[in-house]
Each structure stands twice: as C-alpha cells, then as structure tokens.
C-alpha cells in the first residue's frame, strides 16, 4: 500500500520540530517514526485528521496482540508506542488543518490503564558481574602486546568509572586527569554521553590494581606519542592486505576512535570466553559500579556524590535504575540487617540520608 502523501508532509514538519525545537536525539525520533509506520499499517494510510477516539482504542486492541519472534510484545513496549504516538498526535492537535478535528483530550485515549503503566515501568532486576569476576577478568589476560594491554586497561576502566559504552569509546586522552583521576565527559570535546549531558566524574577505586592497569595504560600511550584529542581506549590497527581485504590486527592499535561499540563488546565477550567465565556487557558493569559505591556511603552526602559522578541529576534515578537487586542479594541483605535495635548508624547521619533521599 503507497504511504498517504499529506502524512508524509506533516510527518516531516513533525520530526524537524522534534529534532530542532524539542531536542529529541536521532534514536528518540527513530522509536517514534516506527510507532507512527505502525499506526499508519492498522488504519491503512488513512489520513491522521480521521484520528478519533474509536480509532485509538482499536489500535490499542491490536497493538496489545502484536507479535516479536513468535511472542506477544511486553507492556513495556506496548507503552512505549503509545507515548510516542500520543506525542505525536499532541502535537497534530495544535497544527492548522488538525487542531479543528484533533481535540487534546481525544489524544488521551492512547493513554494505558493505571494498572498496565504501573506494570511497564516496573524495573527487573539486572544480573552484573562481581569485583571477583573483573579482577579475575583482568588478571587472566597475559600482556603480550599493546592490545592485551588496551583490553585489561579497558575492562578496568569501565567499571572504575561507571561511564556507558558510548562515552568511553569516544573519550579522548585528554579528557582525563592522572593526577586527579577526574573525567571530563564533555560533548563539546566529543564524549557522547546520554542526551549530551556534560559531567566531570572521579574514577571509583575499587581496587588498586585495576586503577594500575589504567594509569598504567595512559603512560603507556602517552609515551607512545598520543595526543590528548586521540582515543583513550583506540581501536586496533586496521592491516590492508595484497588481495584488497582488511583485517583488524591483534597486536597494534592506532589513534582512531572506534566506529560505535560493537568492537568494545566484541572485547568483553572475547576476553570472557579465553578466561572460561560467563559473558558480562559492559554497561553490566556500571549496575556494579553503583552497587560497589553505593555499598561504602555512609552519609546522604556520600550517596549525593556518588549519584552525582554517574551523571544523574536526583539520587531517585540512581536507586531506581541501577538499585534493584535480584532474590538472592536482596535476601542476604536483609537476612544480615542487625534488628536487635542497636543504633548502627548516627541518628543524624540517617536523617541526614533520608532527607537526601527525598529530596531527590
């Protein structure tokens, strides 16, 4: 079936406001274009001004039935569409042509019951490696090239830091300093950080010698001749070969940043595999950084700062994003609490904490 050509027009005034004037990232209005192709396949093409509250229910019922590799799509997924389009036809409602048929509070039936919203953004438990793992990770990686050495100095450095993949893959030397072990995640610089945020972090030392394995790597390429506008974690050497093929070579790197994260994960699972444990992603590792750092505050100052270096704005993201822990932690945690009602903790020091808690 050929696309409604004045939903196409109106679409692309759409997506430019939601790039030029709300700031949506490229990944943002990706999700909300594949929302909208789904729309627009239930009611075939038809014209987004014939949008009305019977249409939206029906949508609903047959998006909830939606399938992905053979399984009804979760009521994550299920709300996510929805918002998406409910933005988007939020914003049709002010739009000349539209807003005569489009009311705002017909749009509110793409809204999910109290029930299902409750439900979707529920967050599991997610399943992350111990500091045993990493340093046993790190330690069975005999430094034979500068390539091994780059990997073990890699695996530290995300969990020192607890920055996302993206970010490291697109810090430059510079942006760290040895003395201080600051990190200077900055845009402008180009660190891609989560919706471009800028945020000047400290390395968490966990434990001495995986901060050694990172010191030790930055004199290294430091010594090597690297600038601070070149990659902290470079790629491996490219070697073109006589027949026109290219391979990555596993000895050498070279100054030039990675292409995405795929080759960084391609690390992690490479490294785990020859050590005989379980594969871990990288971002994996940030849920231990914040399990590992949050462990050691004992004042709502402590737990501010620390939420803080990983870039989030109130300490509630921190907990509720990387602070749920699966059964068996959880039931360990309690099992140790101390209910004999000695005071294990200063009065002021736990108002002080929920104070910062709530607050947040």
């Known amino acids: 079936m050929k696309p409604n050509i004045k939903n196409e027009r109106i679409k692309r005034r759409?997506?430019?406001?939601?790039?030029e004037a709300n700031g949506c990232c490229e990944a943002t209005a990706g999700n909300v274009e594949k929302a909208l192709s789904l729309y627009e396949d239930f009611t075939g093409y038809a014209d987004f001004a014939s949008y009305n509250p019977n249409t939206a229910i029906e949508f609903?019922?047959?998006l909830k039935e939606r399938k992905y590799?053979?399984?009804?799509?979760?009521?994550?997924?299920?709300?996510?569409?929805?918002?998406?389009i409910k933005k988007f036809f939020l914003w049709l409602s002010w739009q000349d042509g539209y807003k005569s048929k489009i009311k705002?509070?017909?749009?509110?039936?793409?809204?999910?019951?109290?029930?299902?919203?409750?439900?979707?953004?529920?967050?599991?438990?997610?399943n992350y490696p111990?500091?045993?793992y990493v340093i046993k990770l790190t330690d069975s990686i005999a430094v034979n090239t500068e390539v091994d050495s780059r990997d073990r100095a890699l695996i530290s450095f995300t969990l020192l830091s607890g920055m996302r993949v993206k970010s490291i893959a697109t810090l430059p030397l510079g942006c760290f300093d040895e003395e201080t072990q600051t990190i200077n995640q900055d845009p402008r610089l180009g660190v891609q950080t989560k919706f471009s945020k800028c945020n000047r972090s400290v390395l968490f030392n966990f434990d001495d010698k995986l901060v050694k394995h990172v010191t030790g790597w930055i004199s290294y390429i430091k010594a090597r001749g690297f600038g601070s506008r070149d990659p902290?974690?470079?790629?491996s050497k490219i070697r073109?070969?006589?027949?026109?093929?290219?391979?990555e070579d596993s000895l050498e790197i070279e100054p030039v940043y990675w292409q995405g994260t795929g080759s960084i994960r391609k690390i992690f699972k490479k490294r785990s595999r020859e050590?005989?444990?379980?594969?871990?992603?990288?971002h994996t590792f940030r849920h231990l950084a914040v399990d590992l750092a949050i462990q050691n505050c004992r004042t709502g100052e402590q737990i501010k700062a620390v939420s803080q270096n990983f870039g989030h704005e109130y300490i509630a993201t921190t907990f509720s994003s990387y602070g749920n822990y699966d059964q068996n932690r959880l039931t360990g945690i309690i099992k140790k609490m101390d209910f004999s009602g000695k005071p294990s903790m200063p009065e002021a020091q736990k108002l002080e904490l929920i104070r910062n808690i709530a607050n947040s």
Request: charged share 30%; hydrophobic share 30%; proline share 7%.
């Open 275 to 282: 050590a005989g444990l379980p594969y871990f992603s990288p």
């Open 60 to 62: 609903k019922k047959r």
């Open 130 to 132: 111990s500091l045993d």
């Open 240 to 247: 073109q070969e006589e027949n026109g093929l290219s391979f």
């Open 69 to 84: 590799r053979g399984k009804t799509i979760s009521l994550t997924t299920y709300h996510g569409y929805l918002k998406n």
């Open 104 to 126: 705002p509070d017909m749009v509110d039936y793409l809204n999910i019951s109290d029930k299902e919203e409750r439900i979707a953004r529920q967050t599991k438990p997610i």
């Open 232 to 235: 902290l974690f470079p790629r």
């Open 14 to 19: 759409f997506f430019r406001w939601l790039k």
